[in-house]
């Protein structure tokens, strides 16, 4: 298909051929919807599967946007591109410079855990478009190695994540330093209704795209579970690899430590594995996507590092070693393979224990993953059954209405007048027996007796008395639940015995 397809969405000359050295065929659905008003300069909230082609849906018409105007001056930037991760960040930046590989304009990436100075320096001649991560950027912007108060568009990619919890600060941090009007794009796989709230803050009546219904996964991804007991999850996922012949399998682990484990484990099996997670280095994370991109080994073992930020053309397997406590991280790692729409293959390991993990999952995605299990793997503790849930959303309560001046008035006068009516009549209100309040309190001041409301005459003297032959006052018969100090100490001394 030539390129004229493209034409329709008005994208200029060099993009075009851009497009047709890529080898491109047809825009997807998201790249139809979102370019045109992107062009336009609408704000956009896009919400599509992962694999749909959302980068180029971007990057296409902010590249054509900016090729109109003017050089950025010395540490400015034009365009900001924020991702959660570093593998993301330097995805975005290739598809930045293959888009735009016949366009003037400039483009960088920077990111955490290596050296900051060569970002600096690139960033010294100002740049059209940084890719950037959150924390670097700070970092940056803290030494006055980049201004950010002249963004015409900023772009966030894997927005559900930028806006979670663990990025709003620093989110806040970036855009304090952006100016007021600018153009605004948020992209995503997943949108909570709570994160859709958050984007009020960031969006001038955007432009809502959903090209998928909320939360699913791609129709590409054949989904299957494995039922099998914790114990025993290296060695089936050994025995699979070996008897389907598996190449390029893309394994999660929930945690760092599993991930080392597992690949150790697989590697002692004679499988070729590669790890990558938090802990690595950037060297030591392009070294191990390189031999897995390369296919020098069979095996990436990876945390959720790498749910959002691995783009390998026709990835075949996706195994969830380890369901993820968050369901949402699901989708995004078997989002990974059936891409560009080739088929794909996402496979869960799943003991007992993960049945609400499973669940969860399943509740999410609206519907109920097919099960299995292999001769000689059987669990001894069978994974129980999942039910759908319905995710209830709170409803988010609208604001009161402000009062008007005269309901303020009225409102003060008439609390006023309650308060004036409760003071009268705790004045007229006798104290127990005839007695004022007042009297009483003045009376227990003293040390006197306060009568009983059950007795018309009682004294210190005659309950002593009686305390002395043995006998308990009326007012002890007639107790309340109050204890005197006496009897407390005694009961502390008894238990103490």
């Known amino acids: 298909m030539s390129s004229t397809q493209f034409t329709s969405l008005g994208l200029s000359e060099p993009l075009l051929r851009a497009v047709t050295v890529l080898g491109y065929a047809t825009p997807t659905l998201v790249q139809l919807q979102a ?4 062009l336009a300069g609408r704000d956009v909230l896009a919400a599509a599967q992962t694999g749909t082609g959302k980068t180029a849906g971007f990057t296409l018409p902010v590249l054509q946007r900016l090729s109109a105007g003017v050089r950025p001056r010395g540490n400015y930037v034009r365009a900001l591109i924020l991702t959660p991760t570093r593998e993301l960040a330097l995805q975005v930046a290739e598809s930045v410079a293959s888009y735009g590989q016949f366009l003037p304009l400039k483009s960088t990436v920077v990111y955490g855990g290596v050296k900051i100075n060569p970002q600096m320096m690139k960033l010294r001649g100002g740049v059209d478009i940084l890719i950037a991560t959150p924390g670097r950027l700070i970092d940056l912007c803290r030494q006055n190695a980049v201004q950010l108060s002249n963004v015409e568009i900023l772009v966030l990619d894997e927005a559900d994540r930028m806006l979670d919890l663990g990025f709003s600060d620093e989110l806040g941090q970036i855009l304090s330093q952006m100016p007021v009007k ?3 794009l948020l992209f995503s796989a997943t949108f909570s209704a709570q994160i859709r709230t958050l984007t009020d803050a960031v969006l001038v009546r955007p432009v809502r795209i959903e090209v998928s219904p909320r939360n699913t996964t791609a129709t590409s991804v054949k989904q299957l579970v494995y039922e099998v007991d914790s114990a025993r999850k290296s060695a089936l996922l050994s025995y699979l690899i070996d008897r389907e012949d598996w190449r390029q399998v893309l394994i999660f682990t929930r945690t760092k430590k599993r991930a080392d ?5 697989l590697a002692a099996d004679g499988i070729a594995t590669a ?15 390189g031999c897995f991109k390369g296919n020098r080994v069979r095996v990436l073992v990876a945390t959720d590092v790498a749910a959002r930020g691995i783009d390998i053309n026709e990835l075949p397997y996706v195994v969830n070693f380890d369901l993820p406590k968050i369901a949402e991280d699901y989708i995004h790692r078997i989002g990974r393979t059936g891409r560009a729409g080739c088929a794909g293959l996402g496979i869960s390991l799943v003991c007992s224990a993960e049945a609400p993990l499973l669940s969860a999952v399943e509740s999410l995605i609206g519907q109920l993953l097919p099960r299995t299990v292999i001769a000689g793997f059987e669990p001894q503790q069978p994974v129980p059954a999942s039910v759908l849930r319905t995710l209830s959303v709170k409803k988010i309560k609208k604001p009161k209405r402000p009062k008007t001046p005269q309901q303020e008035l009225d409102k003060k006068l008439s609390q006023a007048r309650q308060r004036s009516s409760a003071k009268k009549q705790s004045a007229k209100s006798p104290g127990r027996n005839g007695a004022t309040a007042t009297k009483g309190r003045s009376a227990a001041r003293r040390g006197g007796a306060i009568l009983d409301s059950t007795t018309t005459k009682s004294t210190s003297a005659e309950h002593g008395k009686k305390r002395r032959d043995g006998q308990s006052s009326p007012a002890k018969k007639r107790s309340t639940g109050k204890f005197s100090h006496a009897a407390a100490n005694r009961g502390t001394d008894e238990r103490r015995r």
């Open 182 to 184: 600018r153009q605004n």
């Open 35 to 38: 370019i045109p008003p992107i």
């Open 261 to 265: 484990a597992l690949a150790h484990q």
């Open 275 to 289: 790890v990558l997670h938090g802990d690595k280095s950037q060297r030591e994370r392009s070294r191990a996507m």
